[in-house]
């Protein structure tokens, strides 16, 4: 095996690991902290791709930004309010339920992923991909850069206006 | 066999440079501010232990680690014991990609003195670390199972994702100017006093500095641990040589911020006149020696403004904190970044 594959299952057992956390985790404090890791190994995988910007971005976004905002509310939900926020035992019913769709969609995966024709690039990885990405988002992909930040400038508004509304 | 020789070389490279952090920012930096803040304040200061006290500092960690360590009964223990691990962890990851000096050549092979100063995206993981450091102290704040503790984790990571981001937008006007997102590189732009960024970008520089006194959570804008409110904030319930960790990380955090803002604004290790002047070669050892000299002392006299403004300038309230983030700095920042773009535009 190769170094390359050495790097690259160490961060598939760490996502994957980590993912499995936070799905059984009873505690949803150890959830969202789990999901961390799993962000972090994709972020390496991102970086074994050459994706550096990419890597980076997700790190900042998601582990700087999303997940923070994630284990704020978890923290201001579940410790002052005095209701430990726990999740309980479901009925077999349900297991079941939730079993065959996982399953379906599991399989479906499986079968989407082994007959894809996967495109390998014969090109040399850029020395940075940044300058790249900047260029083609402002002339290329101008039309849906400007959509998502247009939409997220109205959420921004919308969640400040509802904020606002009660005082 | 390449790729074990380029670890073995990074191994290295971080050993040395951990020591150095520990030692010098880290130790000399709690040195430091004892005996300037009794300066400041008309007393002697530490000068029991070793000459002029300078042991002072490892005498206090020796302390820290024969105390008894204490974990609440209601603290969540896992948590408890990760937070100062990554507080300290991420303090230090960031000199990953601090240039220290120019490349020195050997034979006919380059050394970069730092373990990937070239990383092209050098700026980017800095902030990306940044952002990370909140967790130690958000989570600090939320295992101790003290209201104290928590409104300390809170305030923190809501003081330190508000300014993240007027930070963020000053650095955009040195990247527009250098071009690239390199440490390396940006520095390389700078070879002589004329040419460092904080000419041209006095604003931004300014910008920078504000926030990054937020984000190493210093005077003023020491929230997170105001005693006269919070008893000691997100770190109360923490002793001996776990609470040495938020200390030391402290003092790493401010060097770290010190050396950022010399490799942005300040040159970097760049003399502020051409090494040529000075008759030494490009590329060779004593040049490297004499870049790093001026790069410590760069980093050291931040270090001292940090501390003279500790003991000079009283503490923020917090809506004052959080109107100052965002009413003034955020869109200054703004300005400064339409200011810079018109006049890159302009001059080419």
């Given at each position: 095996?190769?170094?390359?594959?050495?790097?690259?299952?160490?961060?598939?057992?760490?996502?994957?690991?980590?993912?499995?956390?936070?799905?059984?985790?009873?505690?949803?404090?150890?959830?969202?902290?789990?999901?961390?890791?799993?962000?972090?190994?994709?972020?390496?995988?991102?970086?074994?791709?050459?994706?550096?910007?990419?890597?980076?971005?997700?790190?900042?976004?998601?582990?700087?930004?999303?997940?923070?905002?994630?284990?704020?509310?978890?923290?201001?939900?579940?410790?002052?309010?005095?209701?430990?926020?726990?999740?309980?035992?479901?009925?077999?019913?349900?297991?079941?339920?939730?079993?065959?769709?996982?399953?379906?969609?599991?399989?479906?995966?499986?079968?989407?992923?082994?007959?894809?024709?996967?495109?390998?690039?014969?090109?040399?990885?850029?020395?940075?991909?940044?300058?790249?990405?900047?260029?083609?988002?402002?002339?290329?992909y101008?039309?849906?850069?400007?959509?998502?930040?247009?939409?997220?400038?109205?959420?921004?508004?919308g969640?400040?206006?509802?904020?606002?509304?009660?005082? | 066999?390449?790729?074990?020789?380029?670890?073995?070389?990074?191994?290295?490279?971080?050993?040395?440079?951990?020591?150095?952090?520990?030692?010098f920012?880290?130790?000399?930096?709690?040195?430091?501010?004892?005996?300037?803040?009794?300066?400041?304040?008309?007393?002697?200061?530490?000068?029991?232990?070793?000459?002029?006290?300078?042991?002072?500092?490892?005498?206090?960690?020796?302390?820290?680690?024969?105390?008894?360590?204490?974990?609440?009964?209601?603290?969540?223990?896992?948590?408890?014991?990760?937070?100062?691990?990554?507080?300290?962890?991420?303090?230090?990851?960031v000199y990953?990609?601090?240039?220290?000096?120019?490349?020195?050549?050997?034979?006919?092979?380059?050394?970069?003195?730092?373990?990937?100063?070239?990383?092209?995206?050098?700026?980017l993981?800095?902030?990306?670390?940044?952002?990370?450091?909140?967790?130690?102290?958000?989570?600090?704040?939320w295992?101790?199972?003290?209201?104290?503790?928590?409104?300390?984790?809170?305030?923190?990571?809501?003081?330190?994702?508000?300014?993240?981001?007027?930070?963020?937008?000053?650095?955009?006007?040195?990247l527009?100017?250098?071009?690239?997102?390199?440490?390396?590189?940006?520095?390389?732009?700078?070879?002589?006093?004329?040419?460092?960024?904080?000419?041209?970008?006095?604003?931004?520089?300014?910008?920078?500095?504000?926030?990054?006194?937020?984000?190493?959570?210093?005077t003023?804008?020491?929230?997170?641990?105001?005693?006269?409110?919070?008893?000691?904030?997100?770190?109360?319930?923490?002793?001996?040589?776990?609470?040495g960790?938020?200390?030391?990380?402290?003092y790493?955090?401010?060097?770290?911020?010190?050396?950022?803002?010399v490799?942005?604004?300040?040159?970097?290790?760049?003399?502020?006149?051409?090494?040529?002047?000075?008759?030494?070669?490009?590329?060779?050892?004593?040049?490297?020696?004499?870049?790093?000299?001026?790069?410590?002392?760069?980093?050291?006299?931040?270090?001292?403004?940090?501390?003279?403004?500790?003991?000079?300038?009283?503490?923020?309230?917090?809506?004052?904190?959080?109107?100052?983030g965002?009413?003034?700095?955020?869109?200054?920042?703004?300005?400064?970044?339409?200011?810079?773009?018109?006049?890159?535009?302009?001059?080419?």
């Amino acid at each position: 095996m190769d170094i390359f594959s050495i790097v690259f299952y160490l961060f598939a057992v760490i996502i994957v690991v980590s993912a499995a956390i936070v799905v059984m985790s009873k505690n949803i404090m150890y959830s969202a902290f789990s999901l961390l890791f799993t962000f972090f190994g994709v972020a390496g995988i991102y970086v074994l791709l050459n994706a550096d910007f990419i890597a980076v971005t997700q790190i900042m976004i998601y582990i700087g930004g999303i997940l923070i905002l994630i284990i704020f509310g978890v923290m201001l939900t579940s410790r002052i309010t005095g209701v430990d926020i726990k999740s309980g035992t479901t009925g077999k019913v349900q297991i079941a339920f939730a079993g065959v769709i996982s399953l379906v969609i599991a399989i479906t995966l499986i079968f989407l992923f082994a007959n894809t024709k996967w495109f390998t690039s014969e090109l040399k990885p850029h020395q940075s991909t940044i300058e790249d990405i900047g260029k083609e988002l402002l002339t290329n992909y101008l039309l849906a850069f400007e959509v998502a930040s247009v939409l997220l400038l109205i959420a921004i508004i919308g969640a400040a206006f509802i904020a606002r509304r009660k005082s | 066999m390449d790729i074990i020789w380029t670890l073995l070389e990074a191994l290295i490279k971080a050993v040395v440079i951990l020591t150095l952090i520990l030692l010098f920012a880290a130790a000399l930096g709690v040195w430091a501010e004892r005996k300037i803040s009794a300066w400041i304040q008309n007393r002697i200061g530490p000068n029991r232990v070793g000459p002029f006290g300078l042991l002072q500092p490892f005498a206090d960690v020796f302390k820290l680690f024969m105390k008894e360590d204490l974990i609440p009964k209601a603290a969540d223990k896992t948590f408890h014991r990760i937070a100062p691990i990554i507080t300290l962890g991420i303090a230090i990851s960031v000199y990953a990609v601090i240039p220290f000096a120019g490349d020195v050549q050997i034979g006919d092979k380059v050394y970069h003195m730092g373990i990937a100063p070239d990383l092209n995206i050098g700026i980017l993981f800095v902030l990306a670390l940044t952002s990370v450091g909140v967790y130690g102290i958000t989570l600090a704040g939320w295992s101790s199972n003290n209201k104290y503790s928590l409104l300390g984790g809170l305030r923190s990571s809501a003081q330190m994702i508000s300014y993240e981001l007027s930070m963020g937008l000053a650095l955009v006007g040195v990247l527009l100017i250098a071009g690239s997102l390199s440490l390396n590189d940006i520095v390389g732009k700078q070879d002589v006093i004329w040419r460092w960024n904080v000419i041209f970008q006095p604003l931004g520089f300014i910008l920078f500095l504000v926030s990054s006194f937020a984000e190493t959570n210093r005077t003023p804008f020491d929230l997170p641990e105001a005693e006269p409110e919070l008893v000691g904030g997100y770190n109360t319930e923490y002793s001996g040589m776990k609470f040495g960790m938020f200390f030391l990380a402290e003092y790493a955090n401010m060097a770290t911020a010190s050396a950022i803002m010399v490799l942005l604004y300040f040159g970097g290790w760049q003399l502020p006149i051409p090494a040529e002047w000075l008759g030494l070669q490009q590329g060779s050892i004593s040049l490297a020696i004499v870049q790093f000299l001026n790069f410590m002392l760069k980093i050291a006299l931040f270090v001292f403004f940090f501390i003279w403004v500790r003991w000079t300038v009283p503490r923020f309230r917090y809506d004052q904190l959080m109107n100052l983030g965002w009413k003034v700095l955020l869109p200054l920042a703004l300005l400064n970044v339409l200011l810079t773009a018109i006049g890159i535009w302009i001059l080419k």
